[in-house]
């Protein structure tokens, strides 16, 4: 009975904090049920009535992972190959490149740093060659002196910025799209997570988390180049589909590849052909032969057009070619301001820009010296609208036309006034589940875990009578601690961290299997209940903390090593053992000890 | 009640037999992971996984062959718990949204009275994939190493360490045969993802955790009874906890049997992975791990 009073202290204050911890969980589900029953219109009000203390609740409650709630999961990779090149500007060099690309290689494969692995390479094939060649900063005192050393400090410190740019604008996309508590993280040294919850559109945000919003203004080529890249580049598969007997023989004929998928009869002659949607590929993939490049002027680039500009009979959307300068006069930089409205002739959405001075200074420049001729929109390398310059504009406004619809256009604003991406992000991972699957897995989360105690609490009771009920007792307070300890620590509940918590019940009356069967040993033995719970309870520890611990380092390393979802089961194991030992312990010996205070009093352990 | 009261079972004298049954299992999954290959499920090896609910019951061979065409190269279509709910996983590697848009328009055409919804997906580049792999494959590794290490401090004796690594090599490889070798039998996926690398840790935990607690009564038992033959003292040990190592088992199996039937579509590869572990993990504390230890000693006391 001695030092009992500081366990049932404990006893109480962890249940006083656990209470504490899961109250506004409990306030939160009660009062969502209160406004389901309400009728239609007085949700409304009495939701604005206590928005501030329904948003607290809320937060503080404990928080579901996307896999109960339903939501999105993206995890989006910076693209550091281009971001270095990029950051080398024109410095860059098919050497810098070519180590570039072969760095990228070799650190995939020893999953080592990037950046380290590129200086490596650029020093072993360059022994006495210095990467300042390429890289400079003032700000950062990088200079044509500056180290290898040195130099590689800077490009992570750089990237390391670059990515952290990058987390900020899709932060700043995010909240412009309104998704309620998203979560937004880095992981590892180029890659940033993205949680949102309760996203339905998930082609919407795909677009807005990757956009890099790219906005370019190029001259578009003289129609005689375009003509004539078109001339020569057609003869070429002309010659090689004749040359190709084998090919000929099987077909009955021979076929240029280029013009069965991209019909080069075109009536605006800025335009190189066009093609269906499922075959832009395949005309990319025969226009990008180094060998047909080389048949293009050097200055001009083909860019397809961003929307389809007419309709086959099949339902098939045809896409232009179009042939644009390779340099680019402005770029979104200079935006200012952008907004949705709508053209008047075609009431089609659009979105209008103003620059800031020094843009609408070159834009005025720009159109004025392309009176008549066409200036191509380009964003993230498509081609939006290709307008012809009418007057000189000298209010450093512009628009983007050709949108398919108001929340494309709403869409790239955001994107556009959230700033451009420091380097193109890539979705390397993407979880999405539905509202409705995630209702179905809390269902099947809470039926499991009350099925599960049922099942155990009776065996318990069944096999050790008395005994088993206070093993049961410590089993219910068990789950209001894991609770607690997850709520406290603001910890999410997942899928799999429910199952945790159910595999818990199974496992958290094992302390007290072990007590129990030890007990009942010690019985046997002759001794009298007093003493056989005493030997009971202290023979018993060793194996139960040998067991426990060896289980919790299981739960460390899954954490360590686990990814969304499997760290939630490992939070509730790692939890479950905490709060088991100390429910199968602590509690259940001070139920026993009061049971006993009596010598006379009897407790069956079965 | 009362079970195992004062059981007097010969563990040490039949391992034998247990070791041979222990090997037949062994060497079969061996041999249908060598010759199947470990059936990877997304997370390990990339690719695109869509579970579209329709309104009615459909076909899945039907669906199969409809998507065949257009994603270029099969599709594996599966039932996803209920009828009406399919799994769809393709290797194309297309744009997620022009993918989903392909799958989509098929349905419609395929099942113009019958509407779908996706509610799940799940898309891993072959990168990401690979950074999984190399993760899940660390922790076994690590989970292992941090195990033997304990147990050796814990008993300052490398036989026990060996006694329970060995155990738990065989009831993960085991485990892993059967997930290999029946996974296209099953109702439900029974590919290798990151789920099944945490229920195999746990497995692992779980294992330990009836191993450690036999291993517990032998080192108390040694001191006890110092002049018993240490096969004998063993065996007394095995019998000594034979009680509490079923009844855990048992209360555990339940747990996750109710795991297995309610826990929904999401887990039932994880539950199963989960009860499988625990049958064979409890075998092989009592038939596998003690028996070691008692074998490893006569060698080193021969020694």
């Known amino acids: 009975?001695?030092?009992?009073?500081?366990?049932?202290?404990?006893?109480?204050?962890?249940?006083?904090?656990?209470?504490?911890?899961?109250?506004?969980?409990?306030?939160?589900?009660l009062e969502q049920n209160y406004i389901d029953d309400l009728p239609q219109a007085e949700r409304v009000e009495y939701r604005q009535e206590n928005t501030q203390r329904l948003q607290d609740l809320r937060q503080n409650s404990l928080s579901l992972g996307l896999d109960l709630q339903g939501g999105m999961h993206v995890t989006l990779e910076v693209g550091t190959a281009q971001f270095l090149r990029e950051l080398a500007g024109e410095n860059a060099d098919t050497t810098l490149v070519n180590v570039i690309e072969?760095?990228?290689?070799?650190?995939?494969?020893?999953?080592?740093?990037?950046?380290?692995?590129?200086?490596?390479?650029?020093?072993?094939?360059?022994?006495?060659?210095?990467?300042?060649?390429?890289?400079?900063?003032?700000?950062?005192?990088?200079?044509?002196?500056?180290?290898?050393?040195?130099?590689?400090?800077?490009?992570?410190?750089?990237?390391?910025?670059?990515?952290?740019?990058?987390?900020?604008?899709?932060?700043?996309?995010?909240?412009?799209?309104?998704?309620?508590?998203?979560?937004?993280?880095?992981?590892?040294?180029?890659?940033?997570?993205?949680?949102?919850?309760?996203?339905?559109?998930k082609e919407r945000v795909r677009n807005l988390l990757k956009g890099t919003a790219r906005l370019e203004f190029?001259?578009?080529?003289?129609?005689?180049?375009?003509?004539?890249?078109?001339?020569?580049?057609?003869?070429?598969?002309?010659?090689?589909?004749?040359?190709?007997?084998?090919?000929?023989?099987?077909?009955?004929?021979?076929?240029?590849?280029?013009?069965?998928?991209?019909?080069?009869?075109?009536?605006?002659?800025?335009?190189?052909?066009?093609?269906?949607?499922?075959?832009?590929?395949?005309?990319?993939?025969?226009?990008?032969?180094?060998?047909?490049?080389?048949?293009?002027?050097?200055?001009?680039?083909?860019?397809?057009?961003?929307?389809?500009?007419?309709?086959?009979?099949?339902?098939?959307?045809?896409?232009?070619?179009?042939?644009?300068?390779?340099?680019?006069?402005?770029?979104?930089?200079?935006?200012?301001?952008?907004?949705?409205?709508?053209?008047?002739?075609?009431?089609?959405?659009?979105?209008?820009?103003?620059?800031?001075?020094?843009?609408?200074?070159?834009?005025?420049?720009?159109?004025?010296?392309?009176?008549?001729?066409?200036?191509?929109?380009?964003?993230?390398?498509y081609v939006y609208s290709f307008p012809n310059v009418e007057?000189?504009?000298?209010?450093?406004?512009?628009?983007?036309?050709?949108?398919?619809?108001?929340?494309?256009?709403?869409?790239?604003?955001?994107?556009?006034?959230?700033?451009?991406?420091?380097?193109?992000?890539?979705?390397?991972?993407?979880?999405?589940v539905g509202a409705t699957l995630g209702e179905q897995s809390i269902q099947a989360g809470f039926y499991s875990t009350l099925i599960g105690l049922l099942i155990v609490a009776i065996f318990m009771i069944v096999y050790y009578r008395s005994g088993g009920a206070i093993a049961d007792l410590a089993l219910i307070l068990n789950i209001v601690f894991i609770l607690g300890i997850l709520a406290a620590f603001k910890a999410t509940l997942t899928l799999p961290g429910i199952a945790g918590i159910v595999l818990t019940i199974g496992m958290a009356v094992d302390a007290n299997v072990l007590i129990f069967d030890r007990i009942r040993e010690e019985a046997r033995s002759g001794k009298t209940l007093r003493a056989s719970i005493e030997g009971g309870y202290s023979n018993a520890m060793s194996a139960i903390m040998d067991a426990n611990v060896t289980t919790f380092f299981v739960g460390v390393i899954l954490y360590s090593f686990g990814v969304g979802p499997i760290k939630g089961f490992a939070v509730t194991l790692m939890a479950g053992i905490v709060s088991s030992l100390f429910s199968a312990i602590v509690i259940t010996r001070v139920v026993v000890d009061y049971l006993t205070r009596d010598k006379s009093a009897d407790v069956s352990f079965g | 009640?009362?079970?195992?009261?004062?059981?007097?079972?010969?563990?040490?004298?039949?391992?034998?037999?247990?070791?041979?049954?222990?090997?037949?299992?062994?060497?079969?999954?061996?041999?249908?992971?060598?010759?199947?290959?470990?059936?990877?499920?997304?997370?390990?090896?990339?690719?695109?996984?869509?579970?579209?609910?329709?309104?009615?019951?459909?076909?899945?061979?039907?669906?199969?062959?409809?998507?065949?065409?257009?994603?270029?190269?099969?599709?594996?279509?599966?039932?996803?718990?209920?009828?009406?709910d399919i799994l769809i996983r393709t290797d194309n590697p297309g744009d997620i949204t022009e993918v989903q848009n392909t799958i989509m328009s098929n349905m419609e055409e395929l099942y113009s009275d019958n509407s779908a919804n996706v509610i799940k997906t799940d898309i891993v580049g072959p990168r990401f994939a690979e950074d999984l792999k190399e993760g899940a494959l660390n922790a076994i590794i690590f989970a292992l190493i941090v195990v033997f290490i304990y147990i050796l401090i814990r008993f300052k004796d490398w036989t026990f360490s060996a006694g329970a690594v060995t155990a738990l090599f065989h009831d993960v490889l085991i485990v892993l045969g059967v997930f290999t070798i029946f996974g296209d039998l099953m109702p439900f996926s029974m590919q290798i993802d990151q789920s099944i690398i945490a229920a195999f840790l746990t497995i692992v935990g779980y294992s330990l955790n009836d191993t450690v607690v036999v291993f517990d009564r032998v080192r108390e038992n040694n001191l006890l009874y110092k002049t018993m033959d240490y096969g004998e003292m063993v065996n007394k040990s095995l019998n000594d906890t034979l009680s509490r190592t079923v009844i855990t088992s048992l209360t555990t199996l339940f747990v996750v049997t109710v795991l297995f039937i309610f826990g929904g579509e999401v887990l039932k590869g994880f539950s199963f992975a989960l009860m499988l572990g625990i049958i064979i993990g409890t075998y092989s504390s009592l038939f596998v791990a003690t028996p070691t230890v008692v074998e490893l000693q006569s060698r080193k006391e021969n020694a």
Do not use: C
């Open chain 1, 218 to 381: 190029r001259l578009v080529a003289q129609p005689d180049e375009i003509s004539n890249a078109k001339d020569r580049i057609l003869s070429y598969y002309n010659n090689q589909a004749s040359s190709d007997t084998t090919d000929s023989v099987q077909q009955g004929g021979a076929q240029n590849p280029l013009t069965q998928v991209l019909s080069t009869r075109t009536r605006n002659p800025y335009v190189f052909g066009y093609a269906s949607g499922r075959d832009t590929a395949k005309v990319n993939e025969l226009l990008d032969r180094p060998e047909v490049q080389n048949l293009l002027p050097r200055n001009v680039v083909l860019m397809w057009g961003a929307n389809a500009f007419q309709e086959t009979q099949q339902g098939g959307e045809m896409f232009r070619l179009i042939g644009v300068r390779s340099e680019v006069e402005l770029t979104g930089e200079v935006i200012e301001e952008a907004s949705v409205n709508f053209d008047r002739a075609t009431n089609q959405p659009r979105v209008s820009m103003n620059m800031n001075a020094e843009g609408a200074r070159r834009w005025a420049r720009i159109t004025g010296a392309n009176i008549g001729k066409p200036i191509a929109i380009v964003l993230d390398g």
């Open chain 1, 391 to 432: 007057t000189k504009i000298s209010n450093g406004r512009s628009s983007i036309s050709g949108l398919e619809s108001v929340t494309e256009a709403e869409d790239l604003v955001n994107i556009l006034l959230s700033g451009a991406l420091p380097a193109p992000l890539q979705i390397i991972e993407e979880r999405t």
């Open chain 1, 102 to 201: 072969d760095a990228k290689q070799t650190a995939l494969q020893n999953d080592t740093d990037f950046i380290d692995e590129m200086v490596n390479e650029f020093e072993q094939r360059y022994p006495d060659g210095r990467l300042s060649r390429y890289y400079r900063s003032d700000a950062e005192n990088i200079t044509r002196r500056s180290s290898n050393q040195e130099i590689q400090e800077y490009l992570k410190k750089q990237r390391d910025s670059a990515v952290d740019r990058a987390m900020e604008i899709i932060r700043t996309r995010v909240d412009r799209y309104g998704v309620t508590e998203p979560g937004i993280f880095k992981q590892g040294n180029n890659r940033v997570v993205v949680e949102l919850p309760g996203v339905a559109n």
């Open chain 2, 1 to 84: 009640m009362r079970w195992f009261e004062t059981p007097n079972f010969d563990f040490i004298k039949v391992h034998n037999y247990a070791y041979i049954f222990s090997g037949i299992l062994i060497v079969l999954s061996i041999i249908g992971i060598f010759t199947k290959g470990l059936q990877y499920g997304i997370d390990f090896k990339g690719g695109k996984e869509f579970v579209l609910e329709f309104e009615k019951p459909v076909n899945v061979t039907d669906i199969r062959s409809q998507l065949s065409g257009p994603l270029e190269g099969t599709p594996s279509v599966k039932l996803f718990g209920s009828p009406r």
């Open chain 1, 1 to 29: 009975m001695k030092g009992n009073g500081t366990k049932i202290g404990f006893i109480v204050a962890f249940l006083a904090i656990s209470i504490y911890y899961l109250w506004p969980t409990l306030a939160n589900v």
